[in-house]
């Protein structure tokens, strides 16, 4: 169900009723609604929040110009799910196991060498060919027009590791038939980072150089199309964007590997695949198209939306609507901050809610709570003329960084 809020320059149409949206992330929708560059309007996902210069949950057509800090700064960042042959019968007693070894083998964490192959001392040969083959060249001729984007040691650390915040790998049941899923959600970890930090101060230098007026907020400076700068941020956030997707590909690759070595036995882990993105931009039409924190829905694509630690997730059919730009939610969205969390909520209340769920239950996650994100149930009833259900998975092992 679509409202409509004729706030901004260009209509502003909101997929969230039953879904409260709070006052900063309305600014924040109407400041981009109001920008000249902006149109021929503004969808907004039910799990809009609150987020850097562009609302999260925000899908945003731009012409002849990209908005730096409305892609933001977690590059590619999105999701990843398999159907395995696994029943959740073959995993009894072995979830605690299944989740120490992923903890074990896959690092987790951040930022630097925390949660990266450097901290394991054990950098796996295929990451680093992957690395070599695919992304080596393009990142030095990057980096050799903007240096202020490397740093000691280059990203094939990073590559196939999970990072930190709401990132995460689950072993799901489906709860139609008891099948089981693996989920896990990742970007372009530092590097994307550094690229989306680096040209968002790039465009706020330009915007000031070119004496132009970004009257509601200059992060929201864009970059022109037919410049310099925005080329090498074209190939800057596509190498990002296809570094989030691998790393996503390497991650599922070892933890597939890793739970057949806990259970002893050969199982088949690609029946069915669906990999995401959810902070992106890409071309269409003769305009682009930023998605932050959505996923595209075309008619009849799969997509994932998760719900918060211990909450159910979504395998999801894309409808095709073409008001929404063919976009849906990302998952359930933050009803309040990681600091008002943790005032909220304690260590009891987050053990109660992800009771069943073999994942952290310690102080350092309280902000990941289930209580800190909106009423899954709710974002997906709000956009049912976005995306059909396709399965409905429940998390057995969750793991956080």
């Known amino acids: 169900m679509i409202e409509m809020v004729e706030k901004g320059r260009v209509p502003i149409k909101l997929w969230t009723d039953g879904v409260q949206v709070e006052h ?7 400041n981009v609604a109001s920008l000249p560059v902006v149109g021929p309007h503004v969808a907004i996902m039910p799990d809009a929040h609150l987020g850097y210069g562009a609302c999260v949950g925000s899908v945003i057509p731009t012409r002849h110009v990209i908005i ?13 799910a398999v159907r395995t042959d696994l029943t959740v019968n073959g995993l009894e ?10 903890e074990d083998q896959i690092p987790v964490g951040g930022p ?7 901290e394991k ?3 796996p040969r295929p990451v680093f060919t992957v690395w070599e083959r695919e992304f080596h060249d393009e990142y030095q001729r990057i980096v050799a027009k903007h240096p202020k984007i490397e740093r000691a040691g280059e990203p094939y650390t990073q590559l196939g590791t999970l990072g930190t915040g709401n ?3 689950e072993v799901c049941q489906d709860q139609e038939d008891g099948g089981v899923w693996f989920m896990l959600h990742s970007g372009s970890r530092g590097v ?3 690229i989306g930090t680096h040209f968002i101060q790039v465009a706020k230098e330009q915007a000031l150089k070119l004496d132009r007026s970004v009257k509601v907020d200059l992060d929201l400076a864009w970059l022109d ?4 700068l925005f080329d090498d941020y074209v190939e800057a956030v596509g190498w990002a964007q296809r570094y989030a997707r691998r790393n996503r590909d390497l991650m599922m690759e070892q933890v597939a590997g890793t739970i057949a070595i806990v259970l002893g036995r050969v199982f088949k882990a690609d029946l069915m695949a669906v990999n995401c993105h959810h902070n992106y931009v890409e071309e269409r039409a003769g305009y682009y198209l930023t998605r932050k924190g959505a996923v595209s829905a075309r008619l009849g694509e799969l997509g994932i939306i998760p719900g918060s630690m211990g909450a159910k997730s979504f395998i999801v059919r894309g409808l095709g609507n073409p008001e929404s730009f063919e976009s849906c939610s990302h998952g359930a969205g933050r009803r309040m901050s990681r600091g008002a969390a943790k005032r909220t909520f304690s260590l009891e209340d987050h053990a109660r809610a992800t009771e069943g769920v073999e994942c952290r239950k310690d102080q350092g996650v309280i902000d990941e709570t289930p209580g800190a994100y909106k009423s899954i149930d709710a974002v997906m009833a709000a956009q049912s003329d976005l995306v059909e259900v396709a399965a409905t998975l429940k998390a057995l092992v969750c793991v956080k960084g």
């Open 121 to 123: 001392n054990n950098l």
């Open 112 to 118: 630097g060498v925390k949660g990266s192959w450097t």
């Open 167 to 169: 990132h995460f790998i």
């Open 192 to 194: 994307g980072n550094r």
């Open 24 to 30: 900063e992330a309305m600014e924040q929708i109407r």
């Open 68 to 80: 730096p800090s409305a892609v933001g700064v977690d590059i590619g960042c999105g999701m990843m």
């Open 93 to 102: 007693g072995r979830l605690p196991a299944i989740r120490a070894a992923l």
């Open 225 to 228: 199309e037919g410049t310099v």
